[in-house]
């Protein structure tokens, strides 16, 4: 099977009917500005799992999109990019790697790749421990994602 046939499926599954929506429109305007995916009909579909999960995990720190192109499922985390947000985008990671055990999105047989988009300039001091660790533990943020 192919992600662009089960994506639609395993993301109804795990966030509920009308969780799926077509191309890039699950990104809310702002976020969807910063994502240029390179061939549009290769866009198989997004998702906003943070609303989604939202009243079901209201304390989490949820991660905020999933988007399938081009046989890759993309994990997209629009956040601030400052060294003190650091440890709470790792916090987030941490999340979606325990929710995707379960989920029937993490079961999709597909590459994956988590993304660190900064909704401003990226301001992570140089050689810092926080910069390190957003090396080691991923992801380190871009200012556009270019999928």
């Known amino acids: 099977m192919t992600v662009e046939k089960e994506f ?13 929506k077509k191309g890039l429109q699950a990104l809310k305007a702002a976020d969807r500005a910063l994502v240029k995916p390179g061939n549009e009909r290769l866009c198989h579909g ?22 399938a192109h081009d046989q890759v499922i993309n994990f997209v985390e629009v956040h601030p990019a400052h ?4 440890s709470q985008v790792i916090k987030k990671k941490e999340w979606l790697m325990a929710w995707l055990k379960n ?3 993490g079961k999709l047989d597909a590459i994956r790749r988590f993304h660190w ?3 401003g300039k990226v ?3 140089r050689n810092s421990k926080q910069a390190r660790a957003a ?10 994602l270019a999928l």
Do not use: C, F
């Not at 998702?47 to 905020?64: G, H, K, T």
């Open 103 to 105: 989920a029937e999105t």
């Open 123 to 125: 301001a992570i001091t």
């Open 8 to 20: 639609p499926k395993a993301i109804e599954k795990d966030l509920g009917e009308g969780a799926y």
């Open 117 to 119: 988009v900064a909704s």
């Open 135 to 144: 090396a080691q533990k991923g992801p380190t943020p871009v200012r556009q």
């Open 46 to 67: 997004s998702a906003d799992i943070d609303s989604s999960l939202e009243a079901q995990q209201p304390q989490a720190s949820r991660w905020d999109y999933v988007i």
């Open 83 to 86: 060294t003190s947000e650091v």
